[in-house]
């Protein structure tokens, strides 16, 4: 195909139901990635797939999925689907899901959502009855394979999406595991919007002759984003977010990202303090209570999301004008993914990162990731107060306490000080529910105990009395 001549849907050779449910939708001209990956995928080929987020990596496999999957029907068999499209997340599920709902609505497929966070029988339900696809995330899809509610003996084509951020969480063991299930025949594609050596080498573990469809330059962010960075105190990062709010915030839509769950918490807390309502996500949501925070989000009910980077991974709603890192990630290709959450399909954004002394070594590593100096903006005099008790620790290097991504998450088991510690725990066992994927990803510090020797005064000075 010649890049320089113009490509439309209809020129792909995609099955007419496809073409019908495009055209519903009013959708024309595929975007570089789709026009290049699609016509490779409908021959049967391996794939990596690179693009900037926002660029239409969904549909540039979903819809050649689709198409192979509808031209060869068969009957469906309980719990064998005939293709698994892997996610880290579940909001990047569900977004995944409904994209195949639209695509496929003039199709007789089938397709069902397999993540933690919510009853597991309804999943189990929908897999006995037979389905074509499945959308999964990698913890309850293990959970339920170990109890044969779902075999991946028959799958025909295999999808692991978001792949760099799959191993930044820790789940390159999971994904590991769900491989070695896989029939050795098979149609297999890996996308992703970085390209670390890590992918690389997982790409040539379980890819065949793969060709390579790249758009962007890796771990490229997109022009149309405003990049800044002001070095702020830590103790002034507070005063700053409300600063950026009121300044840059007032049209669209504002996604603030934190690096810790309980820290999400706490700034919508105090942006509650200084009057400007927000909504909270993270793996220790419940996903209902994650689908609420994004409806208002999306409505512009709740103007304003802070978010981990984890649960905002798949996150795609329009009208994010701003983007604001109240703390700088410690894996610079998060920085990618958080800034590409704006400026989305040819629209403008801002993207300002706060910056504190223990966190210029993380910037520099951004800078050199990226490939350019970040400008800096100056702010006003801002207060300065005291950190809060209930506030993070120092920032952690990447790998944490046990050696392993962030912050040394426990594979199996694990208490409350790692995953978040809500009342029933982040981490349980297999073959319980789990809280979430993602939960167990999001490393939080335990709370340290409180002093107990005013109590024991006071017990001891009230014994005395009586």
């Not at 019908?20 to 080929?45: C, F, T, W």
């Not at 044969?148 to 003996?153: F, M």
């Not at 795609?316 to 983007?323: A, D, E, F, H, T």
Request: hydrophobic fraction near 40%; aromatic fraction near 4%; charged fraction near 25%.
């Amino acid at each position: 195909m010649n890049p320089s001549s113009p490509v439309t849907f209809a020129s792909l050779s995609l099955a007419a139901p496809i073409q019908r449910a495009l055209s519903d939708k009013g959708y024309v001209n595929p975007s570089p990635i789709q026009a290049r990956a699609i016509p490779a995928l409908l021959e049967g080929r391996d794939m990596i797939g690179i693009a900037q987020t926002g660029t239409g990596k969904t549909a540039a496999f979903a819809l050649p999925l689709l198409h192979r999957l509808s031209a060869r029907p068969t009957t469906r068999v309980p719990r064998q689907p005939r293709a698994l499209i892997l996610t880290p997340t579940r909001e990047l599920a569900v977004q995944i899901a409904d994209n195949l709902a639209v695509y496929g609505r003039h199709l007789s497929l089938r397709h069902t959502l397999v993540f933690g966070g919510v009853g597991e029988q309804p999943q189990i339900r929908s897999l006995a009855a037979g389905v074509d696809i499945v959308v999964a995330t990698p913890g309850r899809l293990l959970d339920l394979m170990n109890n044969r509610h779902i075999s991946l003996e028959r799958i025909e084509a295999f999808v692991l999406d978001e792949a760099d951020r799959m191993l930044d969480m820790g789940f390159a063991p999971d994904v590991k595991r769900v491989l070695a299930k896989l029939p050795a025949r098979r149609q297999s594609l890996l996308f992703s919007a970085t390209m670390p050596e890590t992918i690389r080498q997982l790409a040539q573990s379980f890819l065949h002759d793969p060709v390579r469809v790249e758009v962007a330059p890796v771990s490229s962010t997109a022009e149309r984003i405003d990049q800044r960075v002001c070095h702020v105190p830590r103790g002034s990062k507070r005063a700053a977010l409300l600063h950026l709010l009121r300044e840059h915030g007032k049209e669209g839509l504002s996604l603030v990202f934190v690096r810790m769950k309980h820290g999400a918490d706490r700034v919508v807390r105090q942006l509650a303090q200084d009057g400007i309502r927000a909504a909270a996500i993270h793996g220790n949501k419940s996903q209902g209570a994650r689908q609420r925070a994004l409806e208002a989000f999306r409505s512009g009910e709740c103007r304003v999301l802070v978010a981990t980077d984890i649960a905002a991974r798949g996150i795609n709603v329009k009208g994010i004008s701003l983007v604001i890192n109240f703390d700088l990630p410690n894996e610079p290709e998060a920085y990618v993914h958080r800034i590409g959450r704006t400026a989305r399909a040819g629209a403008d954004g801002i993207a300002i990162s706060l910056c504190d002394e223990t966190e210029r070594a993380f910037l520099r590593d951004i800078q050199r990731l990226i490939r350019r100096d970040v400008p800096v903006m100056a702010l006003p005099n801002l207060p300065t107060v005291s950190v809060e008790a209930e506030s993070e620790a120092r920032p952690r290097h990447p790998r944490g306490r046990n050696g392993s991504p962030n912050g040394g998450r426990p594979r199996h088991g694990g208490g409350a000080g790692h995953n978040g510690g809500g009342r029933r725990g982040g981490n349980q066992s297999r073959g319980n529910q789990r809280r979430s994927d993602e939960a167990r990803s999001e490393g939080t510090q335990a709370t340290p105990a409180a002093p107990k020797s005013r109590l024991l005064g006071r017990l001891t000075r009230w014994a005395g009395r009586n």
